[in-house]
């Protein structure tokens, strides 16, 4: 394959080579490729167009791998687009022993491994100390810690999907907490788990990949395990579920009315409310109500107004306040998990450029 120059995904390409993490020959592949574990063998001499039309149904899932690596949509998007290239100079040596996807998937996580090399994990507030004291005190922002991001859910899934050929991906690997558990593995701990337990691969696939041992991948995914099976999880209440919907209805009815009395009635009694970059969190229905009333700038009813979305699989919602100007301007994202007994557990995230991410206007009319 000879390219002067090429356009793949979005990346700009110049003669191809193999860079530092980019693979080829025989590869190994675990996830299912078809009935005998193979996909049809893909030809080495593929236009760009083409490179970038057979990676398609791929895109979003590769997505997702990263940013459970990574805790980062922003870096998530980065791997993505190295994947991609490092994956169009490596076509020549592409040797169809194995899956297009399990051959993109050990580009993906080896260039992650490559990114995470000397970076900081990427918590929540639960994540790194105890709840505040008071949450009547002034919270203090952090921003010198890379906190964990929220992962749009269009980002990952389409709605309804676009192309039959598309993997959905599991909710429950991307939700919050799981991702938020990953963060505390090492790099390359945290690559052997997803590889083994998420994609399904064996352990001498993993060993292959990642040039390790198939006794180092053994015992890396027994730390592994062990650190994640001390990971509390809260069920949510499924979608159809009419409590869902009428929990998150009261609930942002109570917020744009800010009805503090309101809001608290809906928050089971183990509630947790943490809001990156401060790294204080705050426990029970009580603390968050006094938060609340403390430092929300609300002044009255109509001051606030909340936009339906959704993030890493669960309700999420767009926070607008009202300004002096009367203008309903982008404050918060919160991400609600909802239980049977209430509101379980709220992510709050802020800043103006978050919102473009969600494909959010950053003003209501």
């Known amino acids: 394959m000879s390219v002067a120059r090429s356009t793949v995904s979005g990346v700009t390409t110049t003669t191809p080579g193999t860079p530092p993490g980019a693979v080829t020959g025989s590869l190994p592949g675990a996830a299912p490729d078809g009935a005998a574990g193979r996909a049809e063998p893909v030809p080495t001499d593929l236009s760009a167009d083409e490179f970038a039309q057979r990676l398609a149904p791929l ?14 949509v922003h870096d998530a998007e980065d791997m993505l687009q190295e994947t991609y290239l490092r994956a169009w100079r490596a076509m020549r040596g592409f040797e169809n022993r194995s899956s297009l996807r399990t051959w993109m998937f050990r580009i993906a996580t ?16 639960t994540g790194i100390g105890a709840p505040a004291a008071d949450p009547r005190d002034q919270p203090r922002e952090d921003h010198a810690t890379p906190w964990l991001e929220p992962l749009p859910d269009d980002l990952v899934w389409s709605r309804p999907p676009r192309d039959p050929a598309e993997v959905t991906v599991d909710r429950d690997t991307v939700r919050l907490a799981f991702v938020a ?38 015992s890396t995914l027994q730390r592994a395990r062990a650190h994640m099976a001390g990971v509390q999880h809260v069920t949510p209440l499924e979608p159809t579920d009419p409590r869902h919907k ?9 917020f744009e009315a ?10 089971a009694a183990d509630v947790v409310w943490e809001m990156p970059p401060y790294p204080g969190w705050y426990a029970g229905p009580r603390a968050v109500g006094e938060l609340i009333a403390t430092w929300c700038p609300a002044q009255g009813p109509g001051d606030m107004r909340m936009v ?42 802020f800043g103006a450029a978050l919102f473009a991410r969600f494909g959010l206007p950053v003003e209501l009319a």
């Open 308 to 349: 339906p979305t959704s993030a890493n699989g669960l309700p999420a919602f767009a926070l607008y306040m009202r300004d002096p100007d009367g203008v309903h301007r982008a404050f918060q994202v919160q991400q609600v998990t909802v239980g049977a007994d209430g509101v379980r557990h709220v992510t709050v995230w």
């Open 246 to 254: 009428e929990l998150l209805e009261r609930y942002v009815e109570a």
């Open 181 to 218: 558990a990953l963060q505390h593995l090492t790099a390359q701990q945290r690559a052997v788990l997803l590889l083994r337990d998420v994609l399904a691969w064996s352990a001498a696939e993993v060993a292959d990949a990642l040039d390790l041992s198939v006794a180092a991948v053994n």
């Open 110 to 125: 080896n260039a992650c491994l490559t990114h995470l090399d000397g970076r900081r994990r990427r918590p929540l507030p």
């Open 59 to 72: 895109r979003r899932e590769i997505l997702a791998h990263c940013y459970r690596m990574t805790g980062s």
């Open 258 to 267: 800010y009805d503090v009395a309101a809001i608290v009635d809906l928050l």
